[in-house]
């Protein structure tokens, strides 16, 4: 595992306000292979998001630059938009997202409901550690509430298919 402490912009200066954690690879098969410990649980993720939300392509995201639109970090991706931020720079970006943290494995989201977000009906009844605006993460696969997961994932596949602009105006929101 690979863990920066480098400043940005300052090649040799390290500050702990900068530590963050990194998945330092560039492809679906290093991302899954980059921690043995979480391998399983990122499988067994990855294999509940397909069945439920099939029409939601997996790929790598290598996350964006700092010049451009979105988040940084690299992840799993499930299905693609185009999004862009309010100076009018653009990028692809998933509609669902499994990224590795330090401590979890966080899915990310870039759908609504009703004008919310589309994890609001499901806080508490994933099994999630903690609860974001369009996002919940966990430790252990295992811990999950598999039938609320899939149906969390069909839901947004779904939203996302019968309207595109969905992701788009959940991203500006």
């Known amino acids: 595992m690979r863990v920066l402490t480098e400043r940005p912009g300052i090649p040799g200066k390290t500050d702990w306000r900068w530590a963050c954690f990194r998945v330092a690879v560039d492809s679906l098969k290093a991302y899954f292979d980059f921690d043995p ?99 919940f993460s966990f430790e252990k696969f295992s811990d999950r509430n598999i039938a609320a997961l899939s149906s969390l994932f069909a839901q947004a596949a779904s939203l996302f298919k019968s309207d595109p602009d969905n992701a788009i105006r959940s991203m500006q929101s």
């Open 37 to 135: 410990k979480r391998k399983l649980d990122l499988e067994q993720l990855d294999r509940l998001i397909r069945k439920g939300a099939p029409t939601l392509k997996r790929h790598f995201h290598p996350g964006t630059l700092p010049s451009e639109a979105g988040m940084r970090f690299n992840m799993i991706g499930y299905g693609k938009f185009r999004y862009a931020n309010k100076s009018g720079k653009s990028t692809d970006w998933p509609v669902g997202g499994v990224a590795l943290q330090k401590n979890y494995i966080s899915v990310y989201f870039a759908i609504n409901k009703d004008n919310a977000p589309i994890t609001r009906p499901y806080a508490g009844k994933l099994g999630e550690l903690r609860m974001g605006q369009n996002n």
